[in-house]
């Protein structure tokens, strides 16, 4: 339990002051059982806030709600009045802008009847409609801010805060002239108050392109969105609170909201021309006082001159990037240049307000009770952690997550259950759903179709949307082996081939009955062979040697013969590719033949083959080759001509004559 506890100022007179001043110096004394902050049948109160006085220039209290961990002087603010008073701003704290409260205006964030833009869940939402208490549309489930803005939007900071800004800065904000500084005709559905329009320019120029709140635009969008987020209207005023249920609640609510306006909550601006260095809000280091200075996010250097967002509440040694002024947990760019301040860090007002006090992620609102629930790494109040579907409250009970949301037992298996489909009921959480493309069946439904057997953990079967054990299934529909025509059970080996189907050890050879397994095989008239039976059986021979011909070959009266065993029966060379005759159905080279059985010349005495289509010429068991067949004596050609023999000569007509009278004279 924390402790609460009230801070005075120490006695003028007192040592423990460090500056010998009453305004520096505070003393705690515990209240927490004080009736004030706690109702008698109240045990434990959770709180972190505690009541101080802080002295005004009068040197008289002023009561007010304060974070003991956050104290400060009241002589800091002065500085930051003399500080940034030589920059021609007044800046929040002096001009009042928080503690200067005025009837907030009405907050509408998103209205009824607006439409959904979540596009990621593609939901047909009929337009807004508020759940009771939910921050969700009652029709399509989907957060509040994931709906389109309504004209709510003209509000400006200072209304959704609640808050009156100083004169000059009210003075420059109703100034509508197109070329004055802080005009909102600049283009922009919001600027800088107190920039020229060069000035403006260039303060956009740095942002990253969809933040720029350009009229019209995708950064419009995001900026009304980020005013709903980083603001929310119920961590701003009470009217907006619907889950402070006891006095003390409402008190706590209120000492938070006192404290933050007082001590953290502010408004920011922009310095157009840096005026001197600052220190680094973010590594701790105290840079040298010249030109230059380093951006407290990014720590990239900010020169003398540069345009430069600064925060009052965190002192005059402190500035960033236009687009560097992001909150430290969410890293949006802090809405309108509103933050708070924590420990050197700024936030935005949601995740400050959350660094204090746990936010319900159901309604949206912070928890000032004493109990609540947490659960899915989520704070919830006690009456708000409920079924995403009926409302029934989960606290204590079982539950069962659903994307990223819990639901009841019974509201779970209405809408989410899958139906039996052997008994048509829902299968609920307490049952095992056991499931098989696309179906779903009870532990106990999960039964053979014809047996009635339990197939949980047992092979099974399916045919015709039914489900079988494995003996029933091989009965009634296994295919069966075209060797054995016997059945595949479940588990065995199928070979299949053409249509037709074999057990493992069925799928053999049909000359060595050997199993194939998976080695080669080549198919013959229905039925299959090793390649040592096929080629056994089918293969081409030679006829010479009897071995299978593999290759190439040369076939010679319709038989098969290997390149190298097609040879001469004479000689024995080569007859492929070569000229050739045969004798007694044997192969011979031309040479061979020619010396074995051709006929011979009775003139040259060479063999008469005949191959080319040679001619010759024979006369009574006598042959000549035609250029043979000449007279012995003249050498004239007698084909074709008449001729006399004369012995083994052969000679024409005249020359004939000429030997016969010379023979007789």
């Given at each position: 339990?924390?402790?609460i ?22 003393k ?27 002295l ?29 008073g ?50 969700v ?52 559905a ?7 329009r060069?000035?403006v ?11 720029i ?11 009304e ?16 609170c ?28 922009v ?22 200075a380093?951006?407290q ?10 345009m ?14 236009p687009?560097?002024f ?18 050197d860090?700024i ?21 000032f ?45 209405d809408?989410?259950?899958n ?15 056991l499931?098989?493309?696309e ?23 399916s ?8 003996n ?42 050997v199993?194939?397994?998976t ?15 096929y ?6 021979r ?29 000689c ?9 005759t ?10 061979c ?16 083959t005949?191959?080319?289509g040679a ?29 006399i ?21």
């Amino acid at each position: 339990m924390a402790m609460i506890a009230t801070v005075h100022p120490y006695n003028r007179r007192s040592n423990n002051s460090s500056a010998n001043s009453p305004s520096n110096g505070f003393k705690i004394e515990d209240v927490t059982d004080d009736p004030k902050y706690q109702e008698d049948d109240q045990e434990e109160l959770e709180g972190a806030l505690v009541e101080y006085c802080r002295l005004d220039r009068e040197m008289k209290p002023k009561h007010a709600v304060y974070e003991a961990a956050s104290a400060r002087s009241i002589n800091n603010n002065d500085k930051l009045s003399n500080q940034f008073g030589r920059l021609g701003i007044v800046p929040s704290l002096k001009s009042g802008t928080i503690s200067d409260h005025r009837p907030m205006a009405h907050i509408i964030d998103v209205e009824v009847g607006q439409p959904c833009s979540n596009a990621v869940s593609s939901c047909k939402c009929f337009g807004f409609r508020p759940h009771q208490w939910r921050k969700v549309c009652v029709h399509c489930k989907c957060d509040r801010s994931e709906h389109e803005i309504g004209p709510n939007q003209v509000l400006s900071v200072y209304e959704r805060l609640g808050i009156k800004p100083s004169p000059e800065m009210a003075a420059v904000m109703k100034n509508q002239r197109g070329d004055v500084p802080g005009s909102v005709s600049h283009g922009y559905a919001w600027v800088p108050p107190g920039l020229t329009r060069t000035k403006v320019e260039e303060y956009m120029s740095q942002l990253p392109n969809h933040v720029i709140p350009r009229i019209n635009s995708l950064g419009e969008k995001y900026r009304e969105k980020q005013l709903m987020l980083q603001l929310p209207r119920q961590d701003l005023s009470v009217a907006y609170c619907k889950h402070l249920k006891t006095p003390v609640e409402r008190r706590i609510y209120d000492e938070f909201v006192n404290a933050r306006n007082e001590i953290a909550l502010d408004i920011g601006f922009v310095c157009p021309n840096l005026p001197k260095a600052m220190e680094c809000q973010k590594c701790r280091g105290v840079l040298e006082k010249g030109d230059m200075a380093e951006c407290q996010k990014c720590r990239g250097v900010l020169e003398k001159g540069d345009m430069a967002v600064t925060a009052p509440k965190l002192g005059e040694n402190a500035g960033w990037h236009p687009a560097c002024f992001i909150c430290a947990t969410c890293e949006q760019l802090l809405v309108d240049l509103t933050y708070c301040v924590r420990e050197d860090k700024i936030y935005c007002e949601r995740h400050y307000a959350e660094l204090h006090k746990p936010r319900c992620s159901a309604c949206d609102e912070l928890i000032f009770s004493g109990e609540y629930t947490k659960a899915m790494n989520k704070d919830w109040h006690s009456d708000h952690f409920c079924c995403w579907n009926c409302d029934t409250t989960l606290t204590g009970q079982r539950y069962i997550l659903r994307d990223d949301h819990p639901f009841c037992i019974k509201c779970y298996e209405d809408v989410f259950a899958n139906t039996c489909d052997e008994c048509n009921k829902p299968i609920g959480i307490d049952s095992k759903d056991l499931s098989y493309k696309e179906k779903h069946w009870h532990e106990d439904c999960f039964l053979c179709n014809m047996c009635k057997i339990s197939l949980v953990d047992k092979p099974f079967g399916s045919k015709n949307d039914r489900i079988f054990c494995s003996n029933c299934y091989d009965q009634a529909f296994a295919t069966r082996c075209d060797g054995c025509n016997e059945i595949f059970r479940a588990g065995m080996k199928k070979m299949e081939y053409k249509g037709k189907q074999w057990h493992d050890k069925c799928f053999c050879c049909a000359m060595c009955k050997v199993p194939i397994g998976t080695k080669s095989f080549i198919p013959k008239n229905e039925e299959v062979y090793c390649a040592n039976c096929y080629e056994e059986k089918f293969a081409t021979r030679c006829s010479k040697c009897k071995k299978v011909i593999t290759t190439g070959g040369v076939t010679y009266k319709n038989e098969p013969w290997h390149r190298e065993c097609f040879c001469c029966t004479n000689c024995n060379s080569s007859l492929s590719g070569q000229r050739f005759t045969s004798k007694d159905e044997k192969p011979y080279c031309a040479n061979c033949y020619g010396e074995l059985f051709a006929k011979r010349c009775n003139a040259c005495l060479k063999p008469i083959t005949g191959i080319g289509g040679a001619k010759f010429i024979s006369f009574e068991d006598r042959h000549w080759h035609n250029d043979c067949f000449i007279c012995a004596q003249c050498t004239t050609s007698l084909v074709g001509k008449g001729f006399i023999t004369d012995a083994a000569d052969i000679l024409c007509p005249e020359c004939a004559k000429a030997r016969l009278m010379a023979a007789h004279s």
